[in-house]
């Protein structure tokens, strides 16, 4: 059955659509943090809440609300007044944390991050965008144009005139051996380069608070807030993508951009991923100015969906009314904490790093800095041989292991998937 899939998989869909494994997966079906393969095999689901399901498979009050509105209406989202749209965009406009704040709904990440880009160009009348080196923003022609993981980003002809700032990672290059001053201070002063040349007129600079498919990785505290003040001297717009790092995944904070919550809340915000639960909604979050000022019609026919909003509504109920942030604070910190005991006596991890349940092992060849892709994806198969679902990423070398599972998460899982983690990464040593 799945070779077969395979076979039909390559024949029809593009080279460049990525799957996991030697032998991928047909997920079939899932229930809480666990997934079924076509064969009947189970799966403890490590990274499906950075892909779809933040909250948990198959979760009841998202079905119901999902199939009961699906079998009322599903009609236009804009247009006619779309009730469970005006409710999420309220929450969602109050949780944000942005002053007088408007929201718009898309269909994915990608289309709120190229939303984000029209709106800042529009407003600042200029096509200049700064970028982190490492990131990535969505497949979209203007979101490859912003995305600084070269593997990622398919052509170099974008709309935009981008330049790609140091700041988002320094595990190799020539900040590599820097103190967290010492890298603040140089990034600082590339910021201050970059907008020399620019003359100022930059439209806005885009980052994630922890990059995510660039392999899990964090600025120094009080980084961003730098930049933040240098920008808004210039009244450079600053757009936070909490695609990865939103809804309380990290644990501490609610949003990404809270972590370097001197600077206060971003002009836009970014959203997508599970807020649906699997629903594909996406969106910007803007105050009322800076997203008012198109001067023309623009609306999208699926995003805001009356189903896709359903689920959104029912979704932020439970996670908020089960606090899912505090378990992803406490469950995710016990499993940081125990997978760096296992690093600590496992030569090819270089580092475990991470915030709540967004965890990242890097791996590099034992007795050397240099990264280990091909050991990442031994782990991967090996953990996938054992039940175990996770996800890889990290710049052009994808030596990355990344951990994200759905936020309810409990804390025997958690335990469960350390411990197939744990053998995988000493085979691998
Ligand atoms: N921004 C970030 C930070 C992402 O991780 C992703 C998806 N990996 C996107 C944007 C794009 O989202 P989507 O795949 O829904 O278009």
Redesign the pocket.
Known sequence: MTPDLHARHRAVLPEWLALYYDRPIEITHGEGRQVWDADGKQYLDFFGG?LTTMTAHALPEVTKAVSEQASRIVHSSTLYLNRPMVELAERVAKLSGIPDARVFFTT??????DTALLLATAYRRSNQILAMRN?????SFS?VGITGNRGWSPTSLSPLQTLYVHGGVRTRGPYAHLSDAEFTEACVADLRDMLGQTRGNVAALIA?PI???GGFTSPPDGLYARFRQILAEHGILWIS?E???GWGRTGEHFWGWQAHAASGPPDLL?F??GIGNGM?I?GVVARAEVMNCLDANSISTFGGSPVTMAAGLANLSYLLEHDLQGNARRVGGLLIERLRAIGASTPCVREVRGRGLMIGIELVRPGTDEAHPDAATAVLEECREHGLLIGKGGGHSTSVLRIAPPLTLTVAEAEQGAAILERALRNAS
């Open positions: 950075i994915s990440g990608t289309e709120a991050n990131s990535y923003h969505g497949r979101a994630e990059q995510g498919v993508d695609v990865q790092t970014t997508a991923k594909s996406g």
